[in-house]
């Protein structure tokens, strides 16, 4: 009997699937679903993996990538769906554990807030969308999302504002000067992570960029921090890890010397750095011009860099 269409038989089918398999194997078939624009399946994947397991974590972050996709799709009322179910069992986990002892309820519920806030933005409530996303980084100001948090709030509102201080005090390469004294010079911060494949194929683009632009004060700076392991992921104290950042920046970013890296887990949170590469441009009056969580292209950055030095 040909079982195509019939959607008791697609339940069935599914349910064996998923008694047999990891639950690791539930995100990565939701994103492929998505990126075929499979919606429908993603929802019926999760609720058969949900009659089978539970609400779990994992569950719930394959939820909120229903959310995600739906809002690059630009389905609005969609992805706001997908991210209030994904809060609503987020928020009721919280009420027997803590948000991170594990990694995918932190990042589900940092991707419903982003969601939530881009959907506002996205119906012309930009103010609104701030004003959520500030309440949510006071409520989660101690936990792994308050970088995330941040990165969207700076995403709809740090153009045209002062750019934060950078924390210096502990730095690799020439020592980093406070950014109200380059005052004067277009600044580039390069947000970089030593285990980041991207951070290291937007080096020699930043490079080339900067290069080409050096002899009109464009001055580049580093910002890294420490992560807690060296290769391989083997944990690391402070003290390990260091010379093990100072060894991949000598590496994998000489291209980019004499570049100054300051080593600080607080610049990250302060600058919503929980994507890298994180690309932040400042203008000779010390405002930013561009905030660009991820990688950048070579056209992309030098238009930009181009403009900046011209202000």
């Given at each position: 009997?040909?079982?195509?269409?019939?959607?008791?038989?697609?339940?069935?089918?599914?349910?064996?699937?998923?008694?047999?398999?990891?639950?690791?194997?539930?995100?990565?078939?939701v994103r492929a679903a998505i990126a075929q624009n499979g919606f429908k399946q993603g929802?019926?994947?999760?609720?058969?993996?949900?009659?089978?397991?539970?609400?779990?974590?994992?569950?719930?972050?394959?939820?909120?990538?229903?959310?995600?996709?739906?809002?690059?799709?630009?389905q609005l009322d969609q992805a706001d769906s997908y991210a209030a179910e994904t809060r609503k069992l987020a928020l009721a986990q919280l009420h027997s554990r803590p948000l991170d002892v594990e990694k995918d309820l932190p990042?589900?519920?940092?991707?419903?807030?982003?969601?939530?806030?881009?959907?506002?933005?996205?119906?012309?409530?930009?103010s609104e969308a701030i004003g959520f996303l500030r309440r949510e980084l006071a409520t989660y100001h101690a936990t792994s999302i308050r970088?995330?948090?941040?990165?969207?709030?700076?995403?709809?509102?740090?153009a045209g504002r002062p750019a934060p201080p950078l924390e210096l005090e502990s730095y690799l390469g020439p020592r980093p000067e406070p950014l109200d004294r380059l005052k004067g010079k277009p600044v580039v911060l390069f947000f970089w992570a030593h285990w980041c494949s991207d951070c290291k194929a937007q080096a020699p683009i930043l490079g080339r960029v900067a290069a080409k632009y050096a002899s009109q004060g464009l001055a580049v700076i580093g910002p890294t921090q420490r992560y807690g392991y060296v290769a391989e992921g083997?944990?690391?104290?402070?003290e390990q890890e260091t010379p093990y950042i100072d060894e991949i920046r000598r590496r994998f970013y000489s291209v980019l010397d004499p570049m100054a890296v300051p080593v600080?887990?607080?610049?990250?949170?302060?600058?919503?750095?929980?994507?890298?590469?994180?690309?932040?441009?400042i203008d000779r009056k010390g405002l930013v011009r561009a905030y660009h969580p991820g990688a950048v292209s070579e056209d992309s950055l030098d238009a930009a860099v181009q403009s900046l030095v011209g202000k």
């Open positions: 009997m040909n079982g195509k269409g019939n959607p008791m038989i697609v339940r069935i089918l599914l349910l064996l699937v998923f008694a047999s398999a990891a639950p690791a194997a539930l995100v990565k078939d929802e019926a994947l999760i609720q058969s993996y949900r009659s089978y397991h539970g609400i779990t974590p994992e569950m719930i972050l394959a939820l909120s990538w229903l959310g995600r996709g739906a809002l690059a799709a630009k990042l589900a519920l940092g991707a419903s807030i982003e969601v939530q806030a881009h959907v506002m933005d996205s119906r012309g409530r930009r970088a995330r948090i941040q990165k969207n709030i700076h995403l709809l509102s740090l083997r944990d690391a104290t402070p600080s887990e607080e610049n990250f949170r302060n600058y919503g750095a929980s994507t890298t590469p994180t690309l932040v441009l």
